[in-house]
């Protein structure tokens, strides 16, 4: 094999693997932009019963328990597990921040009608 075959076979080969190393890094960038820009909703408030319901399981905790957690009494967890909508929003972000979670506000998904 002459010299110049094989500078040759060794621009092919570097080319083949400059294209390799390109794509890899591109979806690794889309994967890590996916992953920077989403976030697990868990539901809206009126799903709050249903989340709260599913975390007290998954954690085989009583209201009571989680009451104590967050700093409020038994009778404002019931009070907030019947209509999340009338309470305080410091005593759902205490119950929330307990629960691994936060409020967010987001623009409503826009409906085809």
Known sequence: MSASEYNELLHQALSAHQQSLSAATST??????MAMNSS???GNLNQFNYVLDD???????????????????KNTMTRL????ESCRI?????????????????RKAQTDE
């Open 28 to 33: 690794l960038e889309r994967q890590l932009k």
């Open 40 to 42: 697990e909703v868990a």
């Open 90 to 106: 410091d005593t759902l972000n205490a119950v929330l921040n307990v629960m691994g979670m936060e409020i967010v506000i987001a």
């Open 55 to 73: 975390y007290l399981r998954q954690h085989q905790m009583d209201l009571s328990t989680l009451a104590m957690l967050a700093g409020v009494s």
């Open 81 to 84: 597990k019947k209509s999340v």
